[in-house]
C-alpha cells in the first residue's frame, strides 16, 4: 500500500519558471491539502480539496495553483517561482479533514 | 477563523523528567484537536486525539475548551520521543497546523 506519493522529493528552480508538485494517493481519501513547512513558521495550508472538482484556498495560496481532476491527484503548480517559495511542501489526504490526515515524505524546494 | 498557537518553538528535558508541550487554539465553533509528530527522517503521522482520549506513547492530551488549550504530557520523557510535535485544528473543512515544537531528549 503507497499511500501519500509526491514527486519529485527535491527540486531547484530558478526564479520565474513554473513547475508542478505532484501528489497521488492510493486509499480513495476524499479530502486532499497541500501545505509548506518552513521554520518557526509550522505548516502553513495552501490549498485544500474536499473532493474530485472542488478545491478552496487555504491560508498562503498566493503564487500557487491546484486542480483535482480525479479522487487520487492533487497536483500543486507554481506559476512564476519566486525565492519566497523555497520551502519543504507536504501533500496530505484522509476521509475528510476531521480524521486522521496521511502525508507524503515531502518536496524539498530551493527557487534561485 | 481557525488558529493553533505552539508558544514554544524549542523545548529541552532530561530523560525522566516530565513533559509538557503547549498548545491553545482559537475557533468559534466545536474543534477537533490533533497532535501530529515528526520524527527524525520519518513521514509526519498522528499522534493522538481529543476525541480518542487514549494514550499513546505514554502520552496524553486534554482538551480545555475554558481555556482553549490542548496541552500534550507525558510523565516520564524517554530518548526516542525528540521529535518534532505540532498541534492540528480541524474546523469546518480545514485542518490548520501550529508552528511546532522541537522536542529535545538529554540523556
Known amino acids: 500500500n503507497a499511500g501519500v506519493t509526491q514527486t519529485p522529493k527535491f527540486q531547484v528552480l530558478k526564479t520565474g519558471q513554473s513547475m508542478t508538485l505532484q501528489c497521488a494517493q492510493d486509499m480513495n481519501h476524499e479530502y486532499m491539502s497541500w501545505y509548506r513547512q518552513d521554520p518557526g513558521m509550522g505548516l502553513r495550508l495552501i490549498h485544500y480539496?474536499?473532493?474530485?472538482?472542488?478545491?478552496d484556498q487555504g491560508e498562503v495560496p498566493n503564487g500557487y495553483n491546484v486542480s483535482r481532476s480525479t479522487t487520487e491527484d492533487f497536483p500543486l503548480r507554481l506559476l512564476s517561482a519566486a525565492p519566497s517559495q523555497t520551502s519543504v511542501y507536504f501533500c496530505?489526504?484522509?476521509?475528510?479533514?476531521?480524521?486522521?490526515?496521511?502525508f507524503g515524505q515531502g518536496t524539498r524546494l530551493t527557487v534561485v | 477563523a481557525q488558529r493553533v498557537t505552539q508558544p514554544e518553538k524549542l523545548l529541552s528535558v532530561f530523560k525522566g523528567a516530565p513533559v509538557e508541550l503547549k498548545c491553545n487554539y482559537s475557533?468559534?465553533?466545536?474543534?477537533?484537536l490533533f497532535w501530529y509528530v515528526q520524527y527524525s527522517r520519518q513521514r509526519l503521522q498522528l499522534l493522538l486525539r481529543?476525541?480518542s482520549r487514549e494514550s499513546i506513547k505514554g502520552f496524553t492530551a486534554d482538551l480545555n475548551k475554558g481555556e482553549t488549550s490542548f496541552h500534550l504530557k507525558k510523565p516520564f520523557a524517554q530518548e526516542e520521543d525528540s521529535a518534532m510535535y505540532y498541534c492540528?485544528?480541524?474546523?469546518?473543512?480545514?485542518?490548520?497546523f501550529g508552528q511546532g515544537t522541537r522536542l529535545t531528549i538529554n540523556p
Open positions: 496530505a489526504s484522509s476521509y475528510s479533514s476531521h480524521r486522521e490526515a496521511f
Open positions: 481529543h476525541i
Open positions: 475557533y468559534s465553533g466545536s474543534p477537533e
Open positions: 480539496s474536499v473532493g474530485a472538482g472542488i478545491t
Open positions: 492540528a485544528l480541524a474546523g469546518a473543512q480545514k485542518l490548520v
